[in-house]
């Protein structure tokens, strides 16, 4: 499966722009879906057709995982040719000096910042600027409105892996490696890659629509506290999957969660509890979509959230697949 991570999380997308992503994703998933569309917004949306199955009410389910990654977008050209930007999502100005970014059509830049005023000055998005090493405005082909997103190989550093765009490729990984693996199943499962989650869950919440779902788990990424004094918060790298029970935008249906829970004790498979304290998923969007969804989220631990370095333990991903596998094969308790 490493390679399949490589491939997704090494793929240009920051918000709006998934295509490259979405392509790659319907390669690897064509042959294990019964069918695929894409909405208007750019959703990918395959359904796996259920099997009926005796004994088993079937229900409509829909996975969710997000193509987007935090970028920076070309706010205005100065004079010599450098470009200043403003965020696509979260992009904390710290994880930005020095840093190299792509553009869609390969294009390269570097990260720099103007002379602070005082030496230890919180660095500010404002007063940075793209340098594509152009020699001045004419030979620049750069337009406003162009997005780039962080440029960084994935690192295997053996049981941990480290990347950027984790967040959420790792979940978009994690519903393609389902897809596959998933043989039957009694229920209609519909997995949803969506768009523009970093930008305000855009995606999800039309796609919910689209599907009108009986029950959604998206498969997110989410902190950790286990790195040196970090924020206090109970999960830890290599623990397993982590269960959402509270995030800044949702309470996680308690059927789902219970749901989530009772299959992997079943499985024999590790997992954690999560309450997150800032941020939220698409879960929260398609929780809250028509009259409501139950909705719940599958979690994974990744430290350095939002930064070209995220880092995710290989046993958590692993685990995350076996349990959807495990949670769709068999009835919907919640
Ligand atoms: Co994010
Ligand atoms: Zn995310």
Known sequence: MKELIKELTEAYGPSGNEDAVRETIKRHIAGHVSEMRVDALGNLIALKKGQPQSGIEPRKIMLAAHMDEIGVIVSQIDEKGFLRFAPVGGVNPLT??????????GMIGVIGRERPEKPDEFPKIEKMFIDVGAPDKEHLTRKVGDMAAFLRPLADLGQRLTAKAFDDRIGCAILVQT?????????DVYFVFTVQEEVGLRGALTSAFGVEPDVAIAVDITTTGDTPEAYPMAVSLGAGPAIKVKDRGMLAHPGVKNWLA?????LGLPYQFEVLEAGTTDAMA???????????????????AHTPSEMVDYNDVQNAVKLLVGLLSGPVKI
Do not use: K, M, N, W
Not at 179 to 187: S, V
């Open 179 to 187: 897809a596959q693996e998933l043989e039957t199943t009694p229920h």
């Open 96 to 105: 930005l000096l020095g840093s190299r970014v792509i553009f869609a059509d």
């Open 262 to 266: 009772e299959t992997a004790e079943r």
């Open 286 to 304: 398609i929780q809250t979509s028509r009259a409501g969804v139950a909705a719940g989220v599958l979690s994974i631990p990744t430290r350095y």
